[in-house]
């Protein structure tokens, strides 16, 4: 089945240790996304690819980066992750031909643990 | 700015009855669309139904509808015939026609008891 892929489901990394996530899509979409969902809060968009096209949020720390090498594939770098990084990350893919009704697919999400 | 309100962080209901979970809204863009996502404990957005500004019929989905008033800027889901496995974190969400992204509620917590 079509779907969106994130790997690893858990993820532990130590106070200040480069960690990436990964996620990948066989929908074809051209647009993917990344979500921050701290515990019992609603999901936060850090950016999104249109395409090769890199769009961060105002507000998404410099902490943050993403890459995306390809159509499927699409990394979440935090490069000094605190303690406040500690959440779900979710990935999420659309087709990207614009308009309000355009329904984004989530992955099963990575929980990031900061030691 | 968008921003979508959800008043219920958590709601409860009898299995096989049903149960409203709200949802109000503010833009000035004409042109927006009004999802719901379900959310188990495992952590994966299901999308369940979805609302454009301009329909003229309320959305349904199965056991889903959505009770769009436009003139409140409400968008209620209801889950008819409630299931245990309908429990779950349920998110409002919203997308603009000038924005690429999903603006999320702060979610209802359901839980259906037998």
């Known amino acids: 089945d079509a779907m969106v892929i994130q790997n690893p489901r858990y993820q532990v990394t130590q106070f200040g240790k480069p960690v990436t996530l990964s996620c990948s899509q066989t929908l074809n979409h051209n647009v993917m996304y990344w979500y921050q969902q701290k515990s019992s809060q609603a999901p936060k968009l850090l950016f999104h690819y249109y395409d090769k096209d890199f769009n961060n949020e105002a507000d998404t720390p410099d902490n943050f980066q993403s890459r995306r090498p390809n159509t499927s594939f699409c990394f979440l770098d935090i490069r000094s992750p605190g303690l406040g990084d500690a959440a779900m990350y979710l990935c999420?893919?659309?087709?990207?031909?614009?308009?309000?009704?355009?329904?984004?697919?989530f992955g099963s999400g990575t929980q990031l643990s900061v030691l | 700015a968008q921003k979508i309100t959800q008043t219920q962080p958590g709601m409860f209901v009898q299995e096989k009855e049903a149960v409203t979970l709200d949802c109000t809204y503010d833009?000035?863009?004409?042109?927006?669309?009004l999802f719901w996502y379900k959310q188990p404990s495992s952590g994966e957005m299901i999308f369940l139904i979805y609302q454009g500004s301009y329909d003229q019929q309320n959305a349904t989905e199965g056991r889903y509808s959505l009770n769009f008033q436009k003139a409140r800027k409400s968008a209620n889901l209801v889950i008819s015939a409630s299931q245990l496995g309908d429990s779950a974190m349920y998110f409002c969400?919203?997308?603009?026609?000038?924005?690429?992204?999903?603006?999320f509620g702060s979610g209802t917590q359901l839980t259906v008891l037998p």
């Open positions: 999420a893919t659309s087709k990207g031909t614009g308009g309000p009704n355009e329904k984004l697919f």
């Open positions: 969400a919203m997308s603009l026609s000038s924005a690429r992204q999903l603006t």
């Open positions: 833009t000035s863009d004409p042109s927006y669309g």
